[in-house]
């Protein structure tokens, strides 16, 4: 698939900030919204929240984050008395009281209220986090080693919630900008010199004979050779500032991270292959052939450009050229080689085949025959003509099987000729007997991936479609392509036996099959479910559900995190594991929607239609009923219009017998 930008667009990352922070020893928090006066509801509990006191997530939602079902016969009152006012003041208290958990066990808890603001200054969300201190009552104790670092208030502030800032440093290039762009095909042209030039003055230039038997230095390095290598070691430094995109598609702008990420992969290859050996000649130093050897390091720059192919190959022009470029560039290393055997042929004196080599051929029809002396053989032609020879030969190799004008005499000739005409015959059918055939079976799927990008932009013009809803579009399109890679998965499975179908549906929805609503279930069941499952997905500031809307399906979140809204009040925040949806499948009424389901991040969803799930529930009869009894509390958050007046008068029902007893 071509190389994507990455999504771009802002998010709200502060559930997943908040998870990350308190993971760990103080990960037993509630978060309850400021905007609902003295009740002030529970829109988020953490999971070590519901371990610690053992209640479900679906039992605490909407419950008042003073945790009023932790309240017993020895919690304080002048301490709930003072928690209360420390909520309608809006401001931070800190306490120790006595709690109980679901089991009626009690526990010492060190309590921490902090207020949470958004980019309005506006405190909008409560942090209440709790801290089983039974086994430690000391207060000097506690006071020294727990409370000063609940939440770690100073050394890491809680982070606001609203939507994130991306700070872009001005000293941080994109990596699909267009200066980074003009700049690889830079790059690509001075790899391309570098892959040209290396083999030539290895096997042509650094060969040249001296008279007393030594080979002669190379002339002192071009300004091109030099250009190359501060270009080289220039988009070193570039890389250091480049963003990139991480797996899971987000761009990354974070200085440090860059440099993690480009030291852990691509640095060594291009440090080595930016070697300036061109300076041995700044300090008067000799060089001789193993130098120029250690040259050919910078073939190593090859890899790199076989990384960047993708975002080139998306061109069939580009594509052709590449590949009649890769053919001629290996005509010029057979070239190279094939002068460096015939070289080290005449070099090696030997009396039965010096004279006898292609090289030594040429020189006699050319009138520059060799001489052989004590030392080494001297005369010969021309390093150009030899070169446009080894080419010749080269690159008749390996079109065809040459034309006997330049011929392999000796036993090496003949083996390096044997091996150029088996990669000829390969090289020739790969590049030039299948060429459209190649490019349709390589890039196939990214063909299709442009057509549909081509078919999105040309919807987008006709209809003249706003700037915000082009991008919303363009991103949910790729990365629907990035899951599946354009590949409808029941178009795909239809031919598939029911049987194969259906282990392919668990495997892919094993993470929602899990969920201990279904632990009961048969695996016949779960089977017959896992065939309904579907993906979606919603961007930042997207609307999974309104309020009002016809409620058609349950909800899970796999990635990502979502806000749950009514008349502009946050009334509950998921994140990855919630499940959203209504305890409510009959079939005798529509189910409405009581509020609006938004996301703050990039959301990867999986859902299941109440139709299809009621089919199934009507197949197993048995599992039904537990099924219908247990999602009213595994459900995060109950969308069905009317529940949460239900809640409350059941919650003021059992306030009111609690007091009165």
Known sequence: MPVMRGLIAP???????????????????????????SLYPIVYCSDGFCELTGFARGELMQKSCMCHFLYGSETSDRITSQMQKALDERREFKTEIILYKKSGAKFWCLLDIVPIKN???????????????TENRDLDQVNDSDTGDVLGANANPIPE??????????????????????????????????????????????????????????????????LVEILFIIDIVLNFRTTYVSTSGQVVYDPRSICIHYVTSWLFVDLIAALPFDLLYAFNISVNFGVHLLKTVRLLRLLRLLQKLDRYSQYS?????????????????????????????????????????????????LGTPYFLTPLTSLGGPSV?????????????????VGFGNVSANTDTEKIFSICTMLIGALMHAVVFGNVTAIIQRMYSRRSLYHTRTKDLKDFIRVHRLPKALEQRMMECFQ???????????SELLKDFPDELRADIAMHLNKELLQLPLFESASRGCLRSLSLIIKNSFCAPGEFLIRQGDALQAIYFVCSGSMEVLKDNTVLAILGRGDLIGSDYLTQEEVIKTNACVKALTYCDLQYISLKGLREVLCLYPDYAQKFIKEIQHDLTYNLREGHNTEVRHSWRANSWSTHVL
């Open 317 to 365: 022009a580009v594509v052709l050229t590449l590949l009649m470029s890769t053919f001629a560039l290996l005509g010029h290393w057979m070239a190279c080689v094939w002068y460096f055997i015939g070289r080290s042929e005449i070099q090696g004196n030997n009396p039965a085949t010096w004279d006898i080599g292609w090289l030594h051929e040429l020189a006699k029809r």
């Open 119 to 133: 980019e309005k200054s506006e405190v909008v969300l409560f942090l209440v986090s709790h801290k089983d201190i």
């Open 11 to 37: 998010q709200n990352t502060f559930l997943d900030t908040i998870a990350t922070r308190f993971d760990g020893t103080h990960s037993n928090f509630v978060l309850g919204n400021a905007q609902v006066q």
């Open 161 to 226: 919630y609203k939507v994130a800032d991306v700070h872009k440093s001005r000293l941080i290039l994109l990596h699909y900008g267009a200066f980074k762009a003009g700049w690889d095909w830079l790059i690509l042209l001075a790899t391309f010199y570098v892959a040209i030039t290396v083999p030539y003055n290895v096997c042509f230039t650094a060969m040249e004979i001296r008279e007393d038997g030594g080979t002669a230095a190379r002339n002192p390095p071009s300004v091109s050779d030099i």
């Open 479 to 489: 990365t629907t392509w990035s899951v599946n890679n354009g590949i409808d998965v």
């Open 384 to 400: 150009r003509s030899s070169y446009v020879t080894s080419l010749y030969f080269a690159l008749s190799s390996l079109t065809s």
